[in-house]
Each structure stands twice: as C-alpha cells, then as structure tokens.
C-alpha cells in the first residue's frame, strides 16, 4: 500500500538532503575524487613535474610492480610489521585494561600515564625513540650494556636485522594506549553480577579469566584489532620519520610516496597506491561486516 | 593467606609501576635530553648536570619554530573550525531523520576515515597543483578533511542519536524548522560534544605529517611535526637531539595536560568512536 | 475549542498493522481518555492526532478541517509529554514562550500569555528557574503550561503521570481535574492506569492491539462491558470471569451451568440471544457483587484460597469445586481464614454473559447486584 508522505516526513526530507550536501560535496571533492585520480594513474605514466601530460600505459604499471622485489620487500614489511605489532598491543592492552579495571589505588596515575603515549605526536615518538635507539650515544644501548643484555652498541636502526624490530618497539609503545582503553571500555560494559557469581563458585581467578572474561569480550576485541590492523596496514609516519625509505623497514605506504614523490613516477607510485588500498578496502569491508551486527541492532 | 595476598599485592603494584615506567619513561627522557646542552650530550644522565635552556632559544633562533607552531595552529584550528561546521547539520540528518540512502551514505563516511593517505596523494598533489595552493597552508587545510570530516560526522552523528526523541518533538509541536531544532534546542546541548569531538581532531590534524611533508616546501610554510622531523644542529658536527627534545618537549607539553585535563571526555569519545560503531 | 473526528483511521509501521480502522468522534470540551494494555495503540494514535507519526489510511479531522497532511504546530495542538520535554538550557519562562516566538508572536503578547498561563499553574515564582532546579511535579506544570500558552484547540497528554511517584500522582492528577473545569477544552489523554481513566473522564475509550473495544463513560464501561475484553479490564480487582457453558434459555434470562454444577440465572433482554443450551459462555461477576449465599442467589461452594486483607477492605480467593478462581470483596473484619471451606453467591441480577465470541449479550436492565 503506497503510502502518502505527510509535509512533516517530506519537510524533514528535503532538511535532510540540504544538511548532508556541504559535507558529502566537500568529501566527494578531497576524499572522492583524489582517489579515483589516483586509481586514474596508475594506468598512465604521467610524471609529477608535469602531472598534466600522460598518456595511458594500460597494465605496465601493476605488472611492473607485480615483478618488483622492493616492492614485495615493502608488503612483506608491512605484514610483518601489523602482524607482530597488533599481536603486542593486544596483549599488552589486555593486561594494561585488566589493571585499570582492577579498583585498586593507583588506577588514576596509571590511566595518565597510560594516555601519555597517545597524546605525544607520531612523529615527536618517533624523534624520541630515535635518540634513544642511538648507537652511539642513545640511553637504551647504555642501560642494556650496563644491565647486561647485550655486549656491543646495537645500531637499532641502522641494523637491517633489527630496524623493523625498532619501529615495531616504538609502535606497541604509542598504540597499546589506545588497545587498552577500548580493552577496557569493553571490560566495563561487563555486568558485575557474572564476576559476583564466579566467586561464590569459588572458581579461581585465571580460570575466570579464560573462560569467562575472554569469551565476552571476544567481539569487541575482533573489532579493535580488525580497526588496529587496518591502521597498521597503512602506516608511513612511524618508520619514514625512524628510517627513512629504507628497504629495511619500508611499508607499503612509504614504497608508494617514495616512488611517488621522491622518483616523481606518478604512474607507478599510484600503482602501488592503488594496490595498498585495495588490500585496506578488503579489510574494511570485513571490518564493517563484523561490527555491522552491532551497528543494525540500533 | 595473608601472605598471598602480599605477594599478589606486590606483583600487582610491581606490574603498576613496570607499566607507568614503561610509558612514561621516553617522555621523561626528551625533557631531560633537552636540558642537556653540546658535549653533555654524549653522556648518559639520568639528571641534567645542569639545566640548560639554550635549546630552546636555539629553536626559535636557528630555525623558525615560533611561525612553525602558528602554523600548525592555523591549519589545526580552521580545519576543526570548517569540519565542525559540516558536520553539525549532517550529523542530525544521518542521525535522526530516517531517508532512503541513509545506511550506505554513512558506511560511505566511514570507509572514507579507512582510506591510506597515499591513495589520495597523487590525486591530491595535482588538485593542490591546479589550485596554486602548493607550499601554502591552504593546501592542508584542504587536505586534511579526509582525516577530519569523516570522524567529526561519525562522533556527532553518535551524540545526535542520543539527544532524546521527545525533546525534538516538543520543539516540532512548537512549530520549530529542521534548521531551527539543531541550532536553538540541540546544539546547546552538543556543548561538550562538540568540544571533545574538536579536541580530537585538532590532536589528528595537528598530528598529521604525510601530506604536511609532501605539499611544503619552504622552511616558513612547514608544521610542527616536519619541522621536528627535519631540525638539524647547530653545526654539520653537533648532534641535533638536544633541540629535537627541546622542540618536541614544547609541543608535547600542551598536548599531554590537555589529554590529562579531559581524561574522561577523550576517553568515552574514542570509544564512541571505535567500540559501539 | 474543536471537535476532533477520526474517520477509519489505520497505521501501519510497514508490514505491521498497529492501529486498525478508528473511528471516533470527540466533541467540543470533552475529556477523552485512551487506555488500555501496554501495545495497544493508545500513545500511537494520540501521536497521530498530533501529526508526530504520518496516518496510513483513513482520515483525521479538527475543528472541521482535513489535518492528514498538517504539520503538528499547524493543527492547533498542543502536547504534554510523558517525560516532560522541558528544553533544558532554557528558563521556565523561554520554555513557555519558545511556541510563541517561532510563532513570531510580538513581546507583549507573549509576555501575557506566558504570565497568565505561570498564574493558573501557580509557577510564577518559578520563572527564571531552569529545569534542572524543578522538582518532578514543578517539571510537569510547566509543561502543562507550555500547552496552555499555545491557547491550542486540543490538548494532548501522553502517560502524564507516569514519572510521578504514588502521592504525586493522586495529587497531580486532582489539579488536572480542575484544569480540566478551568479551562474547559478538549483535552484526549493517555493512559494505562484504569483509575485515572475512570476518575478523569467525561467518555472513555478502550484500545487493544490497534482497535477501539468501546467507547463510553465510566460509568457505561463498568456497568454495561461490550465484551470480555473491557468488562476484564475496567474494574479493579478485575471482574471474575468464569467459563460455564448455556443451561438453557427464556425469553427474558439465560441460565449458566458453571463446573461443579452451580447454576446463574441472568436477566437479558428480550431475545438478546439464540444460543443453543451446551454453547460455551463467559459469566462475569465483580469481586464486589460476589456475596454471602443468601436465598435467591446462585450458591457456589470452594476453599479459601488465600486471604488478603487491605486495612479498608479484604480479598477472598476462593477455588470453587468446578475448580475455577474467584476473588470476593469483604470488609475489613472478615474472619474467613486460608483452607476454610466457604459458600459463596453470585447474584445473578448483577452478573454478565459474554458469548463463545466474546461479546456481552445486551441486559434490559443494567446490571445491579
């Protein structure tokens, strides 16, 4: 049965079609149409210092970067680099919300403490640890040699073994803030009630743990990490600012503006561009489709 | 069993310890690495021997870090200022006025704050290019509301929900417009909202590096973060970190009581933000 | 004041149909009342004379004119909400003039307006107040105020009580009742709570999942129940309704068999019925008509139950041998105790019949123990 929108329903309508204009207008102009200029690109072999003139290469690019070890070198870093980072923080923010959680004195000083990383911007970390993992003179060699962990400077990212090592270090250290609060956002919305009964069982504590505490805030959890992940995917700041392109410790994002920017390949650099953000659409999409359940239910 | 709880007590109050020394500690160390002036560097102290302040006149007299931090400041500010003021009215309509499209314009915003910022580089380097904008603020005030205005709509458009339904059909009894219901019975409500969303995103913008690197050139046009990424010493043979820390120090400072000022409200907007979308 | 005629009215939210064919007319200055159960429609259908929510089907007049299309604030309705709906950053006095200045209604008038509504209302002390600073029964005169500045031709009232504790309620709902006599406007007001129904109302309407069960006045909702429905939920205690079967039919009375053999003779009207005797039939009979056997009453033996004793009253349940629960009223020295047999009457002069279809079958006489 057609049902005829009464003024009030098309008033608000037509309200809401002139709320939404500016900021979809403004999106489409810095979100939307980059990127399709970008995808554009990467079948092209336009230059940047005259970005105008190109003509269209087809598939060159993709195969191209399809052929190439850096670049491989870079997505290998970058899986890496997510991989092992999200797995740190993760763990790391469990064990941090589990004590915030805990109502014992203190828990103000720590949950300061704990937003300090967080607050600092990326690249002032970066800088910071970067006087740190100095070889020569970086406070981190001197305690290590000092404490006995280790018997020569290490050149933390200078060395190709442990560069990536480093920017994963500095990385835990800045995100696991923000895993902990989420961890623990999660942790609250748990009723009282279930804990309450799990002592008058007398079930002990680790055990409450794993088999209570784990289990419901398993969907959460997905959705913080899938969210971290994504981050982690396209990360440049962190080791641009720590190392530089180097092969080392390249990520994707990071291979993409160098051969963008600094080789001024328009053409390749958006292949390898596209590429990466393709890999992050496919992420999203399970990202939306794992919070979507939520999402709906309102 | 006391002594049980001793020791779990203890372990508990090591692991504390262990966890605000670990995230405090580099912090820590920058402020003290900045004090610490030429050859004092190249020792290890725990304490500055003597607090030094010449890094920090070195900042602003080497390099201009003073017009660095107006900068940033500007960019900051108007990109906030411009998101706010889109997102205000959008958010209202995607939050409460139901319309076909309603759904998959706002998984729209969403995947937009997903985007890699190098996929829009290219793209973005020409519009900058074509807009003369290049090595002027212009162009990160423009860019950056792909980072902004995806997640100033997503926040409010949370907050617009949760105004309550009856409030909204007072305002309608009374004859108020769409337009009039946000500004006269919603938007004075939004106050803290609106401050926390703004908070995070001047932290994002002021944050941002990649395009920040890529659209300036010129030592005046650059932000913070460039400028703290690029600072070299004071001769080819002085190591720089003294006013790298002294540079970093100025600007994390405001930053950090910021963040511990508004501890709760940063707090329950991050996770708006993440947790229930 | 205006008339509000409500001709087969429908709403549906998609597939759902939650307000079936309404149809209704209220007339100037009479105090309507919709109540019934939880879901039943009655805020919906207020939301609808408000223009809150869009009508489906049917049609919707006020004060003669076709509203269907209408905005809220262009119907002459004004609206006071369950929760309030007070705007919190505003004073008491902007709450009430906010209507008025959208209106761009001049300084002058809105200032009278507003003053005299604070008057009747006996908020005028509280003017500069905002509505954090209100107490609950504060909070909703001033929305009750916010009503009487828009001088609508109808007011509307969702659940008005509702947030108010006990004696508020009792003490708010007497102050309605004048206004009521004060302004003499139409007003339809929502509610589940029977009593305030029954104490409030010139004509009741009784909903139930999207359609109107009767419309009268109290007095006719709890003498004269249309059916099952209504006769089960006007009344508190609710009205014992007992499941017997015909025993066999006159002219002017039908005979019920209820298990356990007792038999009511009711009085109906003439050929108010052709039910053949075995039909399955409801009898209803009011805690407060159930008495003592006495001759002439249908006796109906059982034990007693439980005993509940109120202070001003008590309550009697009473498990007859046909098996079936029924509740007495008794005063307050009963002095029948728990697992005592017991033998009651139903008067058969005060009792309904409702047929295998649920509706009453029409008395001659009202009911009457």
């Keep these: 049965m057609a049902v005829a929108q009464s003024q009030l329903t098309r008033q608000r309508r037509r309200a809401a079609l002139a709320f939404i204009l500016p900021m979809m207008a403004v999106l489409a102009a810095v979100a939307g149409w980059p990127l399709l200029r970008t995808i554009y690109f ?14 269209g290469v087809g598939f060159a690019n993709f195969a191209s970067l399809a052929q190439d070890p850096e670049w491989w070198h870079a997505v290998r870093n970058t899986v890496e680099f997510a991989a092992v980072s999200v797995t740190f923080e993760t763990i790391l923010g469990l064990v941090i919300a589990l004590t915030l959680n805990a109502h014992l004195p203190g828990r103000g000083v720590v949950r300061a403490a704990v937003l300090i990383p967080w607050a600092i911007p990326t690249v002032v970390s970066a800088q910071m640890w970067n006087w740190m993992y100095n070889d020569l003179y970086g406070v981190l060699n001197y305690i290590f040699l000092k404490v006995g962990v280790i018997d020569h400077p290490y050149a933390w990212t200078g060395s190709p073994k442990l560069a990536l090592v480093a920017v994963i270090i500095v990385d835990v250290w800045k995100t696991t803030p923000f895993m902990a609060l989420l961890i623990l956002a999660a942790l609250q919305l748990l009723p009282a009630e279930i804990y309450e009964a799990a002592k008058l069982d007398g079930i002990p504590a680790p055990k409450v743990f794993w088999k209570v ?40 994002a990071v291979y993409a503006r160098q051969k963008l920017i600094d080789f001024q390949d328009v053409g390749y650099g958006s292949a390898a561009s596209t590429f990466l953000f393709v890999v992050i659409a496919v992420f999203t999409v399970v990202y939306i489709t794992a919070g979507r359940v939520r999402f709906e239910s309102r | 069993m006391k002594a049980r709880k001793i020791i779990g007590s203890t372990l508990f109050y090591l692991l504390v310890t262990a966890i605000v020394v ?111 904008i290049y090595d002027r603020l212009w162009s990160l005030s423009l860019s950056y509301m792909i980072l902004t205005l995806p997640f100033t709509t997503w926040v409010l458009t949370t907050f617009m929900r949760e105004l309550p339904k009856e409030l909204e059909e007072a305002a309608l009894v009374d004859g108020a417009k769409p337009l009039t219901i946000i500004t006269k019975v919603f938007l004075p409500l939004l106050g803290p909202a609106m401050a926390t969303t703004g908070l995070l995103a001047f932290i994002a913008a002021w944050n941002e590096f990649m395009f920040a690197i890529t659209f300036t050139l010129s030592n005046e046009r650059r932000t913070v973060p460039v400028a703290i990424a690029l600072i070299s010493g004071a001769s080819r043979f002085e190591l720089p970190w003294g006013r790298v820390m002294a540079a ?29 979308g | 004041m205006a008339e509000v005629v409500l001709k087969k009215v429908g709403k549906a939210f998609g597939d759902i ?13 009479d105090f309507v009342v919709f109540v019934g159960p939880s879901g039943c429609g009655k805020s919906t259908l207020l939301r609808l004379i408000a223009g809150l929510e869009d009508i489906t ?37 902007e709450n009430l003039a906010f209507g008025l200045k959208l209106a761009k209604t001049d300084k002058e008038a809105i200032d009278k307006r507003v003053r005299e509504a604070a008057r009747i209302l006996q908020i005028d002390h509280l003017l500069d107040r905002k509505p954090r600073a209100l107490s609950g029964g504060q909070r909703q005169r001033v929305a009750i105020g916010r009503a009487i500045t828009r001088e609508p031709k109808v007011f509307l009232f969702d659940e008005p009580l509702s947030n108010l504790d006990a004696a508020l309620r009792v003490q708010t709902r007497l102050e309605i009742a004048r206004l009521k006599d004060q302004l003499g406007a139409t007003m339809i007001y929502v509610t589940h709570d029977q009593v305030e129904a029954m104490t409030l109302a010139d004509r009741i309407v ?58 009511v003779t009711v009085p109906l009207a003439k050929d108010a019925q052709n039910l053949q005797p075995g039909t399955e039939v409801t009898l209803g009979v009011r805690p407060e008509d159930v008495g003592m056997a006495t001759n002439g009453m249908a006796k109906i033996t059982g034990r007693v139950l439980v005993v509940e004793r109120l202070g001003s009253e008590s309550y009697l349940y009473v498990r007859t041998e046909g098996d079936q629960t029924v509740v007495v009223r008794r005063g307050p020295g009963a002095t029948a105790k728990a697992d005592e047999p017991i033998t009651l009457g139903l008067p058969g002069s005060a009792s309904h019949v409702f047929g295998p279809d649920g509706l009453a079958l029409s008395r001659a006489v009202p009911a009457a123990a």
């Design chain 3, 57 to 93: 089907s049917g049609e919707l007049f006020i004060d003669g004119a076709k509203v269907n299309d209408a905005l809220p604030s262009q119907r002459g309705i004004a609206m006071v909400f369950q929760s309030y709906a007070l705007y919190p950053h505003m004073t008491v006095y």
């Design chain 1, 213 to 252: 505490t784990l289990p419901l805030i398993k969907p959460a959890l997905m959705v913080a990490v899938i969210f971290r992940t994504l981050d982690a995917l396209r990360i440049f700041d962190l080791p641009y600012v720590l190392t530089g392109n180097s092969r080392e410790t390249a990520s994707m």
């Design chain 2, 248 to 276: 970093s120090v100025i600007v994390t400072v405001p930053l950090v009581i910021l963040v511990l000022i508004f501890q709760r409200r940063i707090v329950s907007g991050l996770t708006a933000g993440a947790v229930k």
């Design chain 3, 17 to 29: 149909i939650v307000i079936r064919d309404v149809d209704l007319d209220i007339a100037h200055g």
């Design chain 1, 42 to 55: 990467s079948f092209t072999d336009a230059n940047l210092d005259n970005i105008g003139s190109y003509s």
């Design chain 2, 22 to 132: 670990y995230t405090i500690f580099p912090f820590y160390w920058a402020i003290v690495s900045s004090l610490k002036e030429g050859s004092a560097l190249y020792k290890v102290d725990f304490l500055p021997p003597k607090p030094e302040w010449g890094n920090y006149t070195a900042i602003f007299k080497e390099q201009p870090f003073g017009k660095n931090i107006l900068n940033s400041l500007v960019v900051a500010v108007s990109v906030v200022v411009i998101s706010l003021a889109l997102s205000v009215t959008a958010s209202y309509a995607l939050g409460r006025i139901n319309f076909r499209g309603r759904t998959p314009l706002l998984l729209i915003v969403l995947s937009v704050s997903m985007f890699p910022q190098v996929a829009v580089l290219s793209g973005m380097f020409e519009l900058v290019s074509w807009l003369g």
């Design chain 3, 206 to 263: 009784v909903l139930n999942q999207g359609r109107v069960e009767q419309v009268g006045s109290p007095l006719e909702l709890y003498t004269r129940p249309r059916n099952v429905f209504v006769a089960g939920f006007i009344g508190s205690p609710k009205m014992n309704l007992l499941k017997g079967a015909v025993d066999s039919v006159a002219p002017e009375s039908m005979t019920v068999r209820l298990p356990g053999g007792t038999k």
